[in-house]
């Protein structure tokens, strides 16, 4: 098998690696985080159809910014938050799921949303139930949805 130069993805893995770079020098990506991001970047813009990459530049230009401007907000009402670090890592994905079948908590006390970890929890009638059912973890709404946009895409692509 001969590889041809015009069959490699240059555009793609340009595009990918400047943004996940530029991700990583600004603290918005962990190192895990960053080549997560070079790697689906590449994936996505690789495609013929390139409107799955585009989306996904789209998705995390405004998730970046929308995450500047509110991260005096974060800080105050989330625990577990690392400021300063890069959040977003190869694990985390936004989704309706994750709202819906993961359960989120509020501690009346700290007056800030619980992570995963149950992180600042001081009694049972401190946390207050905001989101979703207690059925998945994190992670396993992570790994679930990420299953899931695999097959989505594997059909779409027939």
């Known amino acids: 098998m001969t590889v041809h130069w015009q ?15 530029k991700g990583l020098k600004d603290g918005k990506l962990s190192k895990d985080g960053a080549f997560a991001a070079l790697c689906v970047g590449v994936l996505m813009l690789s495609t013929s159809l390139h409107v799955f990459g585009i989306t996904l530049l789209v998705f995390y230009f405004i998730g970046s910014r929308a995450t500047q401007v509110g991260k005096d907000l974060k800080v105050k009402f989330e625990t577990g938050d690392k400021v300063g670090h890069g959040q977003r890592d190869a694990v985390q994905l936004d989704s309706l799921m994750g709202a ?20 600042g929890i001081h009694s049972a009638k401190d946390v207050t139930v905001i989101s979703g059912k207690n059925w998945l973890s994190n992670n396993q709404v992570n ?5 899931l946009t695999a097959v989505l895409i594997s059909y779409i692509g027939m």
């Open 143 to 147: 790994l679930v949805s990420s299953a």
């Open 7 to 21: 069959d490699i993805p240059v555009f793609s893995i340009a595009i990918g690696a400047a943004v996940a770079a």
């Open 100 to 119: 819906t079948v993961q359960q989120t908590l509020y501690s009346k006390d700290t007056k800030r949303v619980l992570t995963d970890d149950g992180e």
